[in-house]
């Protein structure tokens, strides 16, 4: 009987190791893609394609009309065969999705990873196309950044962070897929939070913070792959982005965290990265301080292992905080208070 056990116990952990293993990539046009935290930059520019980059043995793959776009180049897809055709001027390349085999002008050329197809999106390899069409290729090791053409200039570090630490952040935009969150005025709050959460993702980017983000698309992540994706990079903060709903007289911002120490690392606890993110939230965007609040019950928070903080940047139900929500520029200064709190935030964990 307990070699039996001994057995079903061993089962039991391969089994474990081997999910753990598969859901740290997937499986597209017959290639075992993972997903990147690489930022790209375009001719000095960081750009935020419609989708992460991945990568294939080690090759970095990015959207192929959204990225090379920017330098003149057209893409044309053919769904009925699977080909992409990428053109500029008089020069073209020509890739089958899951094919190593490329054509380049004409001319038949081995690449090191091939294009392949991504919930709709055609991810070619960065390097073969940008070479082709006469653009040098650079990896930025610092910032964790490839870039074509002209290296992206970026500031330094603010907040006294230090050059030589590797600082990560994940960022967690609420709701998506088929969990629209707040829905008022034909706005839905799963929207609203991914695009702030790809603004705060670029501007931390710009500081050569490491990212990482639990969707970057209209996906459905559940409760627990949020704070499972921070506990597993080993993430130094985890900022999940939502927008509030209630009574249509209540305005304003609040900050929710975990309490207790258990999620505190180094010289920062949950309750002080909530004070902080609040702070910063309410001197950036105006709005009416609704303090810091215990969420013991929430998932994302009680299942983190560092400090986390759920934003509640505005209300929905308020017309006026609304009609704030509904501009870029507002959206934008929440992500810039976001990632002036993540700096502060970083500096004290760390000092």
Wanted: glycine share 10%; aromatic share 8%.
């Amino acid at each position: 009987m307990k070699k039996l056990a001994m057995i079903l116990a061993v089962l039991v952990t391969v089994l474990i190791l081997s999910v753990t293993g598969f859901a740290s990539g997937y499986n597209y046009s017959g290639y075992w893609c993972i997903p990147s935290d690489a930022a790209i930059a375009v001719e000095g520019s960081v750009i935020h394609p419609e989708r992460q980059p991945i990568t294939i043995d080690g090759r970095i793959l990015v959207p192929a009309r959204s990225t090379f776009e920017l330098i003149g180049v057209r893409t044309n897809w053919y769904p009925e065969r699977e080909v992409v055709m990428m053109t500029k001027g008089s020069n073209s390349i020509t890739m089958n999705i899951g094919k190593k085999a490329a054509y380049v002008n004409e001319n038949k050329k081995d690449m090191e990873a091939p294009a392949v197809l991504v919930n709709g999106t055609v991810m070619v390899p960065i390097r073969f196309v940008a070479e082709n069409f006469g653009y040098n290729v650079g990896w930025n090791d610092i910032n964790r950044m490839a870039f074509i053409g002209i290296a992206a200039e970026l500031p330094s570090r603010g907040g006294g962070l230090s050059s030589n630490r590797t600082y990560k952040v994940v960022i967690d935009a609420g709701h998506g897929g088929s969990q629209s969150g707040a829905v008022y005025g034909g706005v839905m709050e799963k929207n609203l939070n991914l695009d702030i959460a790809k603004r705060l993702d670029a501007l931390l980017k710009k500081e050569g913070i490491q990212t990482y983000m639990t969707r970057t698309n209209d996906s459905t992540v559940s409760l627990y792959a949020r704070s499972g994706l921070a506990n597993s990079v080993g993430a130094d903060l985890l900022i999940s982005i939502h927008n509030n709903a209630g009574q249509s007289k209540v305005s304003g911002s609040m900050t929710l965290y975990y309490p207790g120490s258990g999620k505190t690392k180094g010289n920062l606890s949950s309750y002080e990265f909530a004070k902080i993110v609040q702070s910063n939230l309410v001197k950036h965007l105006g709005t009416k301080d609704m303090g810091v609040i215990q969420r013991p019950n929430l998932a994302v928070l009680r299942t983190s292992n560092m400090p986390a903080v759920i934003a509640e940047v505005g209300y929905m139900s308020n017309s006026a905080e609304l009609a704030n929500l509904k501009t870029e520029s507002f959206r934008q200064r929440a992500a810039e208070a976001l990632r002036n709190a993540a700096l502060q935030s970083l500096n004290k964990m760390y000092q």
